[in-house]
């Protein structure tokens, strides 16, 4: 972008500084019957959590092995992020709404949780799903040709809801808790947990494979191309509570998957723990497609409040000619700290990373890829699109790495960041690791201040400025929010939009 | 319809002194009316395009603007816009990721919606653009490109006059339209701009050559040197100073 200049007006700043709290919609709190775990963590807090979940013995095992290793870890401060110490011991590692075990359908599960999802917009009932079409006898018609999502609902440290189960076990996907699928599943379970992010992987995720309450499992079979949408919400609501959620999904020979992930939090003075982890793994020619629109609660204009996001997500492309891509639209969250990765393993198999981080108020995001190829001929691309507004930072940090045996890899990286206002950061850290000579390796970068010129040119044409902003700014991101499922795409563009509002003056 | 009574201006830009840009201009235009600015480089023709349209850091100092009656420095730039005012940029912005035709579209329906009229509808839209294109001789692909980018120097001042086509505004002001066109878009251009010409309209026609008033005729011809006005006449004068130049202009009003 041309006639960039150095300086946007002294009210644009201003306006940044006065972001006001009530933008954030989805940061109201649901009043219900709490069950916690005692605050603070301890091996008998791993044995409450797996006594809750009623897990097998080699569940525990595997955690208490986490937790032992955990205790010797130390929390990485490589990242360009700055908050004050967590105390790990001053939380409740498991929440959930009394009695939750018992939901046998969506009938048990209480009014006031249906009314959060409902007030968030998170169909529970299939048949709400399908609403919205005139007429009984047209709605089956109107299903097939509308797409239809299915929905894990997780609510604090548990599942409450998944729908389309039935559905889709008939063409044999398995769509289910995590906590039903460690009962339903335990073979599946044992045979691919913590073999893509192992439980020793890092301080975060050694802490989630000790404490992680609920998650999603997904399972599709050879051949098979998943129906529908699969997606998993994501709320945090209990005061003093963590999320430390789970995911595992494996897309067997051939098969396809496309998986979207929403969260969202009340608003909250103060700071809530969320440490997730997610495990794709693709066997031979099979493609997951996982995309996020992650909408914690971010703090309010001064830095109080807000969700502390430390997520490890890594697709493992085990099989030829997979294919794993990661989308994720990331405006929420006082920090993230979050590197979606693709384990290039198989032949020929295709890793891409597009993101859209956004950052404004005190927003802290350090967040990236890693590609690993490890295989022949491997491919991998990176979009990654970093937006900050008002005093906020905002780093992408991605490695690139080529092993011996990846002869013929390719990547392609691209890095650019959007200024808005003059007291904001954006930090590009690429890492490079050849170790061939016939690598071919791109990498552009680029860093624009949202130009005074074309806001002005938008504002002559009769375009206002929280508009001409938005307008902008989704010109920046065009070709990543190209990238999610239609229905993803639109919620990520309104969300810019609210998360940017009065990111000028 | 456009009235300017002794306006002086300043540019007040972050890092860069002030200095005085406007010295007491002052001009009508009544409705109906072409109007040229002449005047040599930093005469100040730009800056008063840029103060009427409302660019942050131009700022009046004394003396007053008026566009139809109503006091035009008090308005933001997009309040401007949508009671008619259009300035046709010398060097327009390029605007990666955002369509053509999705820019246009927004800018109408904010427009629209700040004179209380309901969004024009997506066909309506299409069928008014495709007309305009083609009236412009200009490529229907090129309204799918982001907005300037990659545009040479002439298809940026026909996206410039398709957008004036397209918004119809009442007070329209060309700020160096001819350059970067060579004679064939200057006549296309020039036809497109002559086509809104109507008796509730005005325009303000800023350039060094003649050679565009050739196609767009003034009714009046003003000279611009060091912030005023310093001398105005029929179109004789465009005519007079092709053949003088500036300097002998500006020595005798000096």
Known sequence: MPNVKESIEAGTIEAVRGLEADR??????????????????????????????????????WRLDAFERWREMKEPDWALLSYPPIDYQDAHYYAAPKNAAKYKSIDDVPKEILDTYAKLGIPLREQEVLLGVEGARETAAAARETPRIAVDAVFDSVSVATTFKEELARVGVIFMSFSEAVR????????????????????????????????????????????????????????????????????????????????????????????????????????????????????????????????????????ARSRISWTQVETGSAITWKYPSCILRGDESVGEFYSIAVTNGRQQADTGTKMIHLGRNTRSRIISKGISAGRSNNTYRGLVSVHPRASGARNFTQCDSLLIGSSCGAHTVPYIENRRADAQLEHEATTTRLSE??????????????????????GFVRDVIQKLPMEFAVEAQKLLEVSLEGSVG | MLELKDLHARLTLEGAPDRAILNGVTLTVPAGEVHAIMGPNGSGKSTLSYLLAGRPGYQATSGSARFLGEDLLSLEPEARAAKGVFLSFQYPVEIPGVPVMTFVRAAMNAQRASRGEAEIS????????????????????????????????????????????????????????????????????????????????????ITHYQRLLDHIRPDRVHVLSAGRIIASGGPELALQLESEGYDALIAGAG
């Open chain 1, 24 to 61: 954030y919609s989805e940061g109201f709190v649901t009043d219900i019957e709490q069950e916690l775990a005692p605050r603070g963590l301890t091996p008998d807090t791993v044995r409450f959590i797996s006594a809750k979940k009623e897990e097998p013995e080699w569940l525990l095992r």
């Open chain 2, 122 to 205: 997506a066909p309506d839209f299409l069928k008014k653009s495709r007309a305009i294109a083609e009236r412009l001789r200009m490529d229907p692909d090129m309204l799918k490109r982001p907005l300037n980018v990659g545009f040479s120097g002439g298809e940026k001042k026909r996206l410039e006059i398709y957008q004036m086509l397209m918004l119809e505004p009442r007070l329209m002001i060309l700020d160096e339209t001819d350059s970067g066109l060579d004679i064939d878009a200057l006549r296309i251009v020039s036809e497109g701009v002559n086509a809104l010409r109507s008796p509730d309209r005005a325009m303000l026609v």
């Open chain 1, 184 to 319: 339903e599943h335990p073979d599946l379970v044992r045979r691919y947990l913590g073999t893509v992010v192992p439980p020793t992987d890092n301080f975060f995720a050694t802490l989630n494979s000790a404490v992680f309450s609920d998650g999603t499992f997904v399972y599709i079979p050879k051949g098979v191309r998943c129906p529908m949408e699969l997606s998993t919400y994501f709320r945090m609501n209990a005061r003093g509570s963590g999320q430390f959620e789970r995911t595992l999904i494996i897309a067997d020979e051939g098969s396809y998957v496309s998986y979207l992930e929403g969260c969202t939090a009340p608003m909250r003075d103060e700071n809530q723990l969320h440490a997730a982890v997610v495990e794709l793994v693709a066997l031979e020619g099979a493609e997951i497609r996982y995309s996020t629109v992650q909408n914690w609660w971010p703090g309010d204009s001064e830095g109080k409040g807000g969700v502390y996001n430390f997520v490890t997500k890594r697709g493992d492309c085990r099989g």
């Open chain 1, 453 to 474: 010129d074309q806001l002005f040119y938008a504002r002559q044409r009769g375009v206002g400025e929280e508009q001409a902003v938005a307008l902008l700014v989704n």
